[in-house]
């Protein structure tokens, strides 16, 4: 892997708008694969997205821009996934262009619905990818916060720490710090589960706990972060690291997590299907708490994650969040 590489970006939200605006700050020419024709005519006339971080200005001599999935993966070495899960294997159908030498990285918190595996098990079991060509970039770090140019920390994880290291070197700044970690399966994991505890926290807040009720849960979700993720993967591993702790509180507290802000319209008493009509946005915890609680409860583990199923039993079970969340903090300490 060389350090000169050619970089593609394959989506046109908020995570993938503020990536590529790292990747472009550095000098790199990047290729950006989007759906709407739409958006990439805009940013070639006004040099900016119309929909997603607005203020953020683009050279667009720097830009590959199309429509085309398959003439981005063409053109690129690295190729990094800002795609929503609930819609990465739709866009991946679309591909004849070949995998196969790609270093492919995940920018994605979530399950795969059609596999229910997380994004870099996904294109190892279904693409053949080797796990030392597959990579996950993690937080703590919002998009809009990239956009005001706020100090963030990066984590690029991959079993390869060479590619990691390169690929930590074209994402990095002044506002952008970066650490690499070889645990591929334990950082997309936690990003994925940091999702759904930010569910909770904002299904707490929208039915009117206060800050010491959010401690104690935020306490207990890092607690039960390490359980589940240990007995998925179990390796060496600090979890109160950034890239498990840090994340976990960003997307918990801020007023930028979707799904902070997801949760606590169900805690005001939306129902799942008009919190997320209201959003226009996804709320990627959604669909990881199904999973989440589908692998839990087939390891005969359930017991042990009463956060996951406190929020599976409102958002897929129907269950009233005020009786749950009264369970809840008998189990909590």
């Not at 350090?3 to 503020?18: C, I, M, P, Q, Y």
């Not at 229910?116 to 693409?127: N, R």
């Amino acid at each position: 892997m060389q350090d000169k590489l050619r970089f593609g970006v394959f989506g046109g939200g908020s995570w993938g708008t503020a990536i590529v605006k790292m990747l472009t700050e550095n000098g790199d020419r990047v290729g950006w694969y989007m759906r709407s024709d739409s958006a990439i005519r805009h940013i070639v006339k006004e040099g900016h997205n119309p929909n997603y971080l607005s203020s953020v200005e683009f050279e667009v001599e720097q830009l590959h821009l199309s429509p085309d999935i398959n003439e981005i993966v063409e053109a690129s070495d690295v190729l990094i996934f800002a795609i929503p899960s609930a819609f990465l294997e739709g866009e991946l159908q679309k591909l004849t262009a070949s995998l196969k030498d790609k270093v492919i990285f995940s920018a994605i918190k979530g399950i795969v619905p059609e596999s229910g595996l997380i994004v870099g098990e996904h294109f190892h079991e279904k693409y053949n990818i080797p796990f030392e060509n597959i990579g996950v970039l993690t937080g703590p770090c919002h998009a809009e916060e990239v956009a005001l140019e706020r100090l963030s920390y990066l984590t690029i994880a991959c079993a390869d720490g060479e590619k990691a290291k390169i690929v930590a070197q074209h994402l990095k700044s002044e506002y952008i710090r970066t650490k690499i970690s070889d645990d591929i399966i334990g950082t997309e994991y936690a990003a994925m589960l940091k999702n759904i505890y930010a569910i909770a926290a904002g299904i707490a807040h929208g039915l009117g706990y206060g800050d010491n009720f959010q401690s104690v849960l935020m306490s207990n979700a890092i607690r039960e972060m390490k359980r589940f993720i240990d007995r998925v993967y179990k390796m060496k591993r600090n979890i109160n690291a950034s890239a498990y702790l840090g994340d976990l509180l960003v997307t918990g507290y801020s007023i930028f997590s979707r799904n902070r802000m997801f949760g606590n319209m169900i805690g005001k008493g939306y129902t799942v299907k008009s919190a997320m009509m209201e959003m226009n946005m996804v709320a990627e915890g959604y669909y990881a708490t199904k999973s989440a609680h589908l692998l839990m409860e087939k390891l005969e583990k359930k017991s042990k994650t009463p956060i996951i199923n406190a929020v599976y039993q409102i958002l897929y079970k129907n269950k009233d969040p005020k009786k749950v969340f009264e369970k809840l903090t008998e189990k909590l300490d």
